[in-house]
């Protein structure tokens, strides 16, 4: 080799950026491997010694001094030990130059391979590093193919799945169809990094909000809580830090202008954007909107494990005209169980003729006379309070989403 063989290396990882600390390292232990298999013993205890100037590595193979050898594998003479080491000892360990004539090309053969090995590592940890600062972000992609069940996606030059649970019902997808994704995490594998992607993600519509609305981008306006039926509807409850913003109106924008941007990005899904309230009976009956609701009672304003350990969920009683029933419940549950994941309260239906009747067998369950019942305007709360009464009439019930989260409170 013309060039140093330090040199050589150090030159390489310098235009590839790669720790030469590292890739040295992984050098000196290729070479002993190496060696250990072509001339030595898989016990024996090489070293490899790298010095600038030289165009080969030096292998020494370490062996204890002794007066009568064993095992010339790891020992050595006293006398013979002498030659290498004038002040050696009986006892001690000495280093002696085993590096055979031409070993140049194997141990250069040996770094190329580590040096490949480590750059592809490199590659690898730099894709992880650039992706993992971008967790919870959006990201372009491109399709490149597509699949009944698998999307492949093109992402700043890496490929990456969208599974067919992570896309949009009734979608279409096509080579050289650009969509945005949601990054939700990133994964190290043997394969290199692993992109968690979604377009069926809340956030996915989170993001797109900031994107597209400036109020919501600088935090005039926030977003408080998000529940998806992906492809199909969204809600979202705004409110204002600045009095003189409209939430609603700065989500929507003119004529619409900055919703429908939302909308054609998800494939056309409905968002329906609401203003939140830290009272639960408002923001509940806001929750149920388009329908109206006309009473709200708080059966339970926190969740708790029972005796028997059992999670019991935040949970309130609605009611509604009958004429609102259907499109309080919505179609297949859909509109209850949004609202249920928004405001992350159990949703209990009822007719409003059945409110008298539940308020006086609330009140009685929990011990209370009649008359401070809990009304709609006004929450009963118990430490552990007991299961609703059954109504005198046949009612739908649509319990939570088991993985809805409370919505947070101001």
Request: glycine content about 4%.
């Amino acid at each position: 080799m013309k060039a140093s063989f330090v040199a050589a290396i150090n030159q390489i990882c310098s235009e590839k950026n790669v720790s030469p600390e590292q890739v040295l390292e992984a050098v000196q232990q290729a070479i002993a491997t190496a060696y250990r298999k072509d001339y030595g013993n898989k016990e024996q205890e090489i070293r490899v010694r790298l010095e600038e100037g030289k165009d080969m590595p030096t292998i020494l193979v370490v062996k204890e001094v002794v007066e009568e050898i064993t095992n010339e594998n790891f020992e050595i003479a006293l006398k013979d030990a002498k030659k290498v080491k004038p002040d050696a000892d009986v006892g001690d360990e000495i280093e002696i130059d085993v590096t055979p004539e031409g070993y140049g090309r194997i141990a250069a053969q040996a770094a190329k391979q580590v040096i490949l090995q480590k750059l592809q590592e490199a590659e690898k940890e730099s894709l992880y590093d650039m992706f993992k600062d971008r967790e919870n972000e959006l990201l372009t992609a491109t399709v490149t193919k597509a699949d009944p069940n698998w999307v492949t996606l093109e992402i700043e030059g890496m490929t990456v799945s969208l599974p067919w649970r992570e896309q949009i019902p009734g979608e279409h997808y096509y080579t050289g169809k650009r969509i945005r994704v949601y990054l939700d995490r990133v994964e190290r594998t043997g394969k290199g990094p692993q992109l968690r992607i979604s377009r069926t993600h809340p956030n996915l519509v989170r993001k797109l909000l900031e994107l597209e609305i400036p109020e919501v981008r600088n935090g005039d306006v926030e977003i408080m809580a998000i529940s998806r039926d992906s492809g199909f509807r969204s809600k979202v409850a705004v409110r204002s830090r600045d009095p003189r913003i409209d939430p609603i109106g700065a989500c929507v924008g003119q004529k619409g202008v900055r919703i429908q941007a939302v909308m054609e990005e998800i494939n056309g899904e409905r968002v329906d954007m609401i203003e939140w309230s830290d009272d639960p009976i408002k923001l509940i009956s806001t929750a149920l909107q388009p329908a109206s609701v006309s009473a709200v009672i708080i059966v339970n304003d926190h969740e708790y494990f029972d005796e028997e350990n059992r999670r019991i969920k935040k949970r309130a009683a609605v009611f509604v005209e009958e004429a609102q029933r259907p499109m309080a419940i919505g179609k297949k549950g859909q509109n209850i169980r949004l609202a249920t994941d928004l405001t992350g309260f159990e949703l209990d239906m009822y007719n409003y003729d059945e409110l008298p009747v539940f308020k006086t067998k609330l009140a009685e369950l929990r011990g209370e006379a009649t008359n401070s019942a809990p009304s709609e305007e006004h929450s009963s709360i118990e430490q552990q309070p007991p299961a609703a009464p059954e109504p005198p009439k046949k009612r739908t019930k649509k319990k939570s989403v088991e993985d809805s989260v409370p919505a947070t409170s101001e």
